[in-house]
């Protein structure tokens, strides 16, 4: 059974750098079928994607347009986890974080993490 | 983006009612139609994948239905345990979109 397990801070300042990491068990980052997603959720944005890595054969990336410029999500396959970056935020930048597996020919979202909740405040 | 949107926003209901949930999209995606559970606290919990493909462990008074643009979730007979908020998540492009969420509340 997979299972994601987030870590990292709960409070960032506005214009630093929020960091959070996701551990994967029963699977790996490397995959040649799953994508490794983050999405948030806040009650003025509801459940938002912010983006995905995935191998197959090589890495790739996609981000959502609304955070392109400022997100990058990296996989580490020495510790078989994924983490998010998401520079210069602002308290709109402030939600639950779920890290999340996305596979299948449909593309569900069939493991989740507990979720983490950042609050960017000074 | 495909937008998916979810009627009604919220709804009241007793103890072994039929219960239907809609969702639209913008445009067509097929049967890339997947449903969430999730109760307070918690993240999300699927429930269908493919339009009317019941995930493993979920009870079978869960239903959904519809292809293309227009889909259902139905709940045939309401329990307990099933207050709570559902959504509808397209997988057909990224970006991934979700609908904006329908919470089942006790009459």
């Known amino acids: 059974q997979v299972q994601v397990q987030q870590s990292g801070p709960g409070l960032v300042k506005p214009s630093q750098t929020l960091s959070l990491t996701c551990a994967i068990s029963g699977d790996s980052v490397s995959s040649n079928s799953a994508a490794w997603n983050w999405i948030r959720q806040s009650p003025s944005r509801g459940l938002e994607w912010l983006g995905r890595t995935y191998y197959r054969s090589k890495w790739y990336n996609d981000y959502a347009v609304s955070v392109k410029s400022r997100i990058t999500i990296n996989p580490d396959t020495s510790k078989n986890q994924f983490s998010l970056q998401l520079n210069s935020v602002t308290p709109e930048d402030t939600a639950v974080y779920y890290c999340?597996?996305?596979?299948?020919?449909?593309?569900?979202?069939?493991?989740w993490g507990q979720g983490t909740l950042v609050t960017v405040s000074s | 983006d495909i937008q998916m949107t979810q009627s009604p926003s919220s709804l009241s209901a007793s103890v072994g009612d039929r219960v239907t949930i809609t969702c639209r999209a913008s445009q067509s995606i097929n049967n890339y139609l997947n449903w969430y559970q999730q109760k307070p606290g918690k993240a999300p919990n699927l429930l269908i994948y493919a339009a009317s493909s019941l995930e493993s462990g979920v009870p079978s008074r869960f239903s959904g239905s519809g292809s293309g643009t227009d889909f259902a979730l139905t709940i045939s007979s309401l329990q307990p345990e099933d207050f709570a908020t559902y959504y509808c998540q397209q997988s057909y492009s990224i970006p991934l979109t979700f609908g904006g969420g329908t919470k089942v509340e006790i009459k």
């Open positions: 999340a597996r996305h596979i299948g020919a449909f593309g569900t979202i069939d493991s």
